[in-house]
Structures are given as C-alpha cells and as structure tokens.
C-alpha cells in the first residue's frame, strides 16, 4: 500500500523559514504529479504549489516569489522550502502524489496526512 510521510511542519515566527518533506513509500512503479496544498480551519483546500514528474512547477499567485518546490525521483520526495513566512501562511499544509503502482500505467491520486505550520506575528 502506498503511503505519503510527511515532516517539517512547526511553529515560526513572521519572515521565518520551514522546509516541508514528503516521502511515497510503497509498491510504486513512478510518481508522476507531485504538489502541496493547505487548508485553513473553515476554509476549501487549496493548491499551493505543483511539480511534475519532468520538473515543471507552478505555484499560487500568492506564494510566488516565497515558496519553492522541488523533488528527487530517486527518493520519491518532494520538497517545499517556505522563506519569508506571513501569519496568512498559517494552514495545515498536504503532500499528494499521482502514483503509478501496476502495468497499466494508470495513475493513482494519495494524500499525506497533513502537517500544522503556524506562523506567529
């Protein structure tokens, strides 16, 4: 069975840095689109930033210029490294992964279990 493990989440203060990790672990042939979402209390979730398996990112208007994604096949990791932290920031922030796991080559979507970030003023 699949699974996302994710880490890096905590307490920071405004203009802060974290860097979030997730790792896919399991019976996996490849991982194709890897991303990052985050969901406030009351709120939809939302992307924040996105990579493919060719290294194409994208990324919320918001977090442009802040967050950068990246991933190593190898591990089947992706990364987010969050520099200049703001309070709006404050989420629970969840790894997914389209993972291919037989001959078919169909792609299956997993979701990580979430990890708080808050961001103190």
């Known amino acids: 069975q699949v699974q996302l493990v994710e880490s890096g989440g905590g307490l920071v203060q405004a203009g802060g840095s974290l860097r979030l990790s997730c790792a896919a672990s399991?019976?996996?042939?490849?991982?194709?689109?890897m991303g990052w979402y985050r969901q406030d209390p009351g709120k939809q979730r939302e992307l924040v930033a996105s990579?493919?398996?060719?290294?194409?990112?994208n990324y919320a208007d918001s977090e442009k210029g802040r967050f950068t994604i990246s991933r190593d096949n190898a591990k089947n990791t992706v990364y987010l490294q969050m520099n200049s932290l703001k309070p709006e920031d404050t989420a629970v922030y969840y790894c997914?992964?389209?993972?291919?796991?037989?001959?078919?080559?169909?792609?299956?979507?997993?979701w990580g279990q979430g990890t708080q970030v808050t961001v103190s003023s």
């Open positions: 997914n992964a389209d993972v291919v796991i037989d001959d078919s080559l169909r792609a299956y979507r997993y």
């Open positions: 399991g019976s996996i042939l490849g991982v194709k689109f």
């Open positions: 990579i493919t398996s060719g290294g194409s990112t």
